[in-house]
T-cell receptor, first 112, second 110 residues
Framework: QKEVEQDPGPLSVPEGAIVSLNCTYS??????FMWYRQYSRKGPELLMY????GNKEDGRFTAQVDKSSKYISLFIRDSQPSDSATYLC????????????FGAGTRLFVKA | DADVTQTPRNRITKTGKRIMLECSQT?????MYWYRQDPGLGLRLIYY???????NKGEISDGYSVSRQAQAKFSLSLESAIPNQTALYFC?????????FGPGTRLTVL
């Protein structure tokens, strides 16, 4: 079993749709739960992070962590064509010195 | 100027050739990483370094070696390239939970 499971997609939605991206994980030691966004021909960049459980909102983006289920989600409201990218979930913690484990990435296409 | 730079950005080489990918960072971070990215497999850790004297293997280090020349420089070498090392390679730095990535090197081994 992989430490982090993420459906690679691709996921295609119309502009304005609500997008839900998800990952499951197996290591209960993870403390930081992150979402990176990667545009074509670019390196990944941190989009949002959550420490431990709970929700975090930033504009049209909401990150959720459910540690009891080992499940994390990223919601994108009112999706825009500029949101078209690959979204990678990632997890890390102090145990292991913040070595980060990445999901496979979900490729998202938002059609105008 | 970019915080993390990688050279070359693209490279085509032949089986059996030695190749070096270079990474430099201006963020002042001690921790540096090399990943490869393949479709459907995400980012896989090749090697990481927590400071100049500390080098560690990642999950897929076979066929690769690294050198940490200074806090700001971390190089990845393929001693004898093979076609299944064709991939997108990323260097990254961090000082806590967030990693900062370079623009990547697209390597093709024929």
């Amino acid at each position: 079993q992989k430490e982090v499971e993420q459906d690679p997609g691709p996921l295609s939605v119309p502009e304005g749709a609500i997008v839900s991206l998800n990952c499951t994980y197996s290591n209960s030691a993870f403390q930081y739960f992150m979402w990176y966004r990667q545009y074509s021909r670019k390196g990944p960049e941190l989009l949002m992070y959550t420490y431990s459980s709970g929700n975090k909102e930033d504009g049209r983006f909401t990150a959720q962590v459910d540690k009891s289920s080992k499940y994390i989600s990223l919601f994108i409201r009112d999706s825009q064509p500029s949101d078209s990218a690959t979204y990678l979930c990632a997890m890390t913690g102090e145990t292991g010195g913040f070595k980060t484990i990445f999901g496979a990435g979900t490729r998202l296409f938002v059609k105008a | 100027d970019a915080d993390v730079t990688q050279t070359p950005r693209n490279r085509i080489t032949k089986t059996g050739k030695r190749i070096m990918l270079e990474c430099s960072q201006t963020k002042g971070h001690d921790r540096m990483y090399w990943y490869r990215q393949d479709p459907g497999l995400g980012l896989r850790l090749i090697y990481y370094s927590f400071d100049v004297k500390d080098i560690n293997k990642g999950e897929i280090s076979d066929g690769y070696s690294v050198s940490r020349q200074a806090q700001a420089k971390f190089s990845l070498s393929l001693e004898s390239a093979i076609p299944n090392q064709t991939a997108l390679y990323f260097c990254a730095t961090s000082d806590h939970y967030e990693q900062f990535f370079g623009p990547g090197t697209r390597l093709t081994v024929l």
